[in-house]
T-cell receptor, first 113, second 113 residues
């Protein structure tokens, strides 16, 4: 059974600071997704990481994937209030007839002025 | 661009009542999914459909049925609603192939009293 663990689950930080969210998963996979969710809203795709060593950046967010360690990180640089949201990592399992994303429980991020 | 459309957006049911959540996508995607989101649990896969005419159970299928009516539409039915099915339901879809983004609908808020 594929398990995806995120930490921390809750993070309060100040504007201008840097921080990293970690995502560990239990089964070999090379397709990892990061999503953002605002309260009461749907999930917005941030990054799709396809291979070992993949790194993607968009604005103040940067995601990386280490398939050997089964670890992905989402790094926030010089945080701003607008980045306050819940961030989910998810691993795509597609094999043996199965399909679908397995999600972590999410990291609730609050960025304070 | 409609993307993934879910109806209804909000619904209150009495215990034992039945209802169907509708989902349609206009992106010609093969795979479609139904997830439920509960506080602190992330998203959990209920059912998925890898192609028209096929459906398979996900992590939490009990109490639900699905129909892949055609390539565009994937419905989720609660035959006899229970309070434990109070949740936010998300439909999603993707085009098969490595790295394709999974798109989510806006969500359906269901309360069973």
């Amino acid at each position: 059974e594929l398990k995806v663990e995120q930490n921390p689950l809750f993070l309060s930080m100040q504007e201008g600071k840097n921080y990293t969210i970690y995502c560990n998963y239990s089964t070999t996979s090379d397709r990892l997704y990061w999503y953002r969710q605002d309260p009461g809203k749907s999930l917005e795709s941030l990054f799709v990481l396809l291979s070992n060593g993949a790194v993607k950046q968009e604005g103040r967010l940067m995601a990386s994937l280490d398939t050997k360690a089964r670890l992905s990180t989402l790094h926030i640089t010089a945080a701003v209030h607008d980045l306050s949201a819940t961030y989910f990592c998810a691993v795509l399992y597609s094999g043996g007839g199965a399909d679908g994303l397995t999600f972590g429980k999410g990291t609730h991020l609050i960025i304070q002025p | 661009n409609a993307g993934v459309t879910q109806t209804p957006k909000f619904q209150v049911l009495k215990t034992g009542q039945s209802m169907t959540l509708q989902c349609a996508q206009d992106m010609n995607h093969n795979s479609m999914y139904w997830y439920r989101q509960d506080p602190g649990m992330g998203l959990r896969l209920i059912y998925y459909s890898a192609s028209e005419g096929t459906t398979d159970k996900g992590e939490v299928p009990n109490g639900y049925n699905v129909s892949r009516l055609n390539k565009r539409e994937f419905s989720l039915r609660l035959e006899s609603a229970a309070p434990s099915q109070t949740s936010v339901y998300f439909c999603a879809s993707r085009r098969q192939g490595t790295g394709n983004t999974i798109y989510f609908g806006e969500g359906s808020w269901l309360t069973v009293v």
